[in-house]
Structures are given as structure tokens and as C-alpha cells.
């Protein structure tokens, strides 16, 4: 799979392309995905042979980020959250592996979370023309963003927003957002993790098919899992599985050099 990967980047001016040149709505998902694949795995093995893919993927994720901040489907267009998270998650892999990540990425992607934020930064919309009307699915998404980017466990936002996760609990159907908010509330701890553990162990479990040609696998209950398919959901439900064992939570001990300090919008509590 990684060396599919290291064959089929496409290199370019702008560093290298994980995604077709076509304006497809998935474009950027798939470079994010890769670039967090190939920059995780650098990490893990210290593989010299993957250090120019992950830099190239690296370097085309920062030529590409819009003026305001944002990445979407394709280059040129203004960012959503969405796409920005799976960019936001790449390059924290990049980070852990010793790729480099211009400090003017990481503050243009504070800018775009600024246009997207409401309730001081603990709810986050799809796209800033919709900020007074924020999902959770993107507030998840829009947390973890915050607390890679640099946010205490003692921020306003990230307290709410963990709050709020925690009152909505864990859903039989959005995946994605179950994806994003299961890392959020392991990186948060306690007992709210502790409770939306409990539910979304057992849930995955239990929704898992036993049987037949898709045993292993989880059926497509997702609302955006249509295109994706079974693949999709049975990726998000194994991810979602080892967050315990891909990710140390951060507010438990220092993990990495952050580059940014604090809460850089000033949302955070005295």
C-alpha cells in the first residue's frame, strides 16, 4: 500500500499531488488521507524512502491553502471544514515526523476556524457563510483542529465544545461525526470519556456484520457514507476502534513542539 502510494504521487511545482487534476468533490480528502498515511508511516519506521513522498504531499497541502486560510475540494476555492480537518490531521502526522509545517499554514488555518467558529470557539459550522448555523459532525472536526493548533484543556471553546459532545453522546448513524468526536474526548480525558467510550465500544461492536461475504465489515448507516460505501464506513468504524492505540491524548502530557502557543485568538480563559 505505501509503495502504491510513493508510485502514484504525481509530482508538480507545487510539491506532490495525491489526487487526480480532475475537479472532483474528493480531491482533497484523498491528498489529505494520503498525506496522513505516508507521514505516520514515516514516523512509525523512519523509512528514508517515504520522506519524499510525505514532504512533497506536505508542501502541496501549504501551496494550495486559500487566502483565507482553508483547503476545499480543489485548488482555488475558499476552504470547509471538512476538507480543512483531514489537511489539519495531515499535517500534525507531518509534524510528528519531523516534516517540516510553515508556522503561516498553521496561523492561515487559525484564520479560517475564526471564520467558521461561534459560542467562543466551542461550535463550528460547514462554511463561513454558515457560521450562525454549526453541525455537530463539523464541531467535532472543528475541536480537534483547536486542540492540535495549540489549545489548552483550560480554553473556554474546548471546554463548552467538549461539554456539548458529551451531552449529544455518541451517534447510531454519523460515523463521521463519531470519527472526530471520539478522538476529541480521548485526547480530553475523564469521565466524559470514560462515558462516550462505554457507548461507542459497544455500539461498533455490536453493528459490526457477523456474517456472509461482509462479515468484519460495518453496514452503510452513515448519511455522507453513499459514495464512500461499505469501505468508508468500515474504515471510520476501525479508526475509530484504535484511537486508543494511534493516539497518547494530549492533555495528559507534553507530546510535541506546538507552533503555536496558547490560544492564539484569544478565546482563552484567564
Same mark, same amino acid.
Given at each position: ?10 509530482? #508538480?511545482?507545487?510539491? @506532490? ?43 502541496? @497541502? ?27 490531521? +495531515?499535517? /500534525? ?10 508556522? /503561516?499554514?498553521? /496561523? ?30 463539523? #464541531? ?18 474546548? /471546554? ?60 452503510? #448507516? ?6 464512500? +460505501?461499505?469501505?468508508?464506513?468500515? #474504515?471510520?468504524? @476501525? ?22 502557543? +496558547? ?8
Amino acid at each position: 500500500g505505501l509503495n502504491y502510494l510513493v508510485e502514484h504521487g504525481a509530482p #508538480t511545482s507545487q510539491g @506532490i499531488r495525491f489526487c487526480s487534476d480532475s475537479r472532483q468533490q474528493s480531491n482533497f480528502y484523498v491528498h489529505g488521507l494520503a498525506t496522513i498515511a505516508l507521514c505516520e508511516a514515516l514516523a512509525m519506521t523512519q523509512d528514508v524512502r517515504l520522506r519524499p513522498a510525505a514532504e512533497g504531499a506536505v508542501q502541496f @497541502i501549504a501551496a494550495n491553502q486559500h487566502s483565507q486560510g482553508g483547503w476545499r475540494y480543489f485548488p482555488g476555492q475558499p476552504g470547509d471544514t471538512s476538507v480543512v480537518a483531514w489537511q489539519v490531521m +495531515g499535517l /500534525k502526522s507531518a509534524q510528528f515526523s519531523r516534516v517540516t509545517v510553515s508556522a /503561516k499554514v498553521m /496561523k492561515g488555518i487559525e484564520s479560517f476556524l475564526q471564520s467558521v467558529q461561534s459560542d467562543r470557539g466551542s461550535r463550528y459550522a460547514y462554511l463561513p457563510r454558515e457560521r450562525d448555523r454549526p453541525r455537530p459532525s463539523m #464541531t467535532a472536526a472543528g475541536l480537534l483542529c483547536r486542540m492540535y493548533l495549540g489549545w489548552r484543556e483550560n480554553s473556554i471553546g474546548i /471546554k463548552s465544545g467538549v461539554r456539548y459532545l458529551d451531552e449529544l453522546g455518541p451517534s447510531r448513524d454519523d460515523m463521521y461525526y463519531n470519527y472526530y468526536a471520539t478522538q476529541v474526548l480521548h485526547h480530553w480525558g475523564g469521565e466524559e470519556w470514560d462515558r462516550w467510550n462505554a457507548v461507542m465500544r459497544e455500539h461498533l461492536v455490536r453493528t459490526q456484520r457477523q456474517d456472509g461475504h461482509a462479515a468484519g465489515s460495518w453496514d452503510v #448507516t452513515d448519511p455522507h457514507g453513499g459514495p464512500g +460505501g461499505r469501505l468508508y464506513m468500515t #474504515t471510520l468504524a @476501525i479508526t475509530t476502534l484504535e484511537v486508543y492505540y494511534r493516539h497518547l491524548p494530549l492533555y495528559n502530557r507534553d507530546l510535541i513542539e506546538l507552533p503555536l502557543e +496558547g490560544d492564539p485568538t484569544g478565546l482563552e480563559s484567564p
